[in-house]
């Protein structure tokens, strides 16, 4: 699988989640989006990203509000954007081996420190489809600090959407959700909750 330029580099590490710092001239990648990162021996993990943050690079220096828009702040402070960086955090999620076998389950080693991160093009996100196992590892251990339906949601649709949308999106969707109820324990409230913010 082609690597686009990569987006930023891992600075934490460990089996279950990442931390990841985005270089300044990239667009963020979104909540809910997938990331991965190719590691020695062509092994790859693949994470969901379940936040983002944007924040000072020193810990006793916090941002204040300067009363500019964003082309003035450029303008005449332009050191402030210097000063600030974005990170996001993924939840581990699924792992390739050497033969290319896609897993929906942890690796066997988290990524190293300063692997290079890259987006996941939708032939990664494919091959992250039935039978979703991945959904169990999201419903049953989610990142405590994030509302886990606002994740199922984004992953759901950018599973749609890595289907081609309107053009095969909806059958993937199907699939996905049917695989969601059972893990709700055909919590149909919940589930009708949560699909109908997919689309």
């Known amino acids: 699988m082609q690597q686009d330029a990569p987006i930023g580099e ?5 089996t279950r989640q990442f931390v990841a710092e985005v270089y300044e001239e990239v667009e963020v990648p ?6 991965c990162v190719e590691g020695e021996g062509q ?3 693949f994470g969901l990203v379940s ?12 941002a204040v509000a300067l009363g500019l828009s964003s082309e003035e702040r450029a303008e005449e402070m332009p050191m402030v954007q210097e000063l600030l960086r974005t990170t996001v955090r993924a ?4 792992c390739r ?20 991160v890259h987006r996941c093009a939708d032939e990664h ?3 992250l489809g039935a039978p979703f196992d991945f959904l169990r590892t999201l419903v049953e251990h989610p990142d405590p600090a994030v509302p886990v339906d606002d994740l199922l949601v984004a ?27 059972r893990l709700l324990d055909d919590d149909h409230e919940r589930l009708q909750s949560i699909l109908r913010r997919v689309l």
């Open 125 to 127: 996100v494919r091959a």
């Open 155 to 181: 992953v759901l649709r950018r599973t749609y959407e890595a289907n081609g949308a309107e053009h095969g999106g909806r059958e993937a969707l199907v699939t996905a959700g049917r695989a969601l109820s």
């Open 30 to 35: 979104a909540f809910g989006s997938w990331v």
């Open 91 to 94: 939840q581990v999620l699924a």
């Open 51 to 62: 936040h983002v943050e944007t924040g000072s690079y020193d810990s006793n220096r916090e």
């Open 10 to 14: 891992v600075i934490e590490s460990s």
């Open 97 to 116: 081996d050497r033969e290319g076998h896609v897993r929906q389950t942890l690796p066997p080693h988290p990524p190293d420190i300063h692997d290079f």
């Open 43 to 45: 092994n790859m993990l």
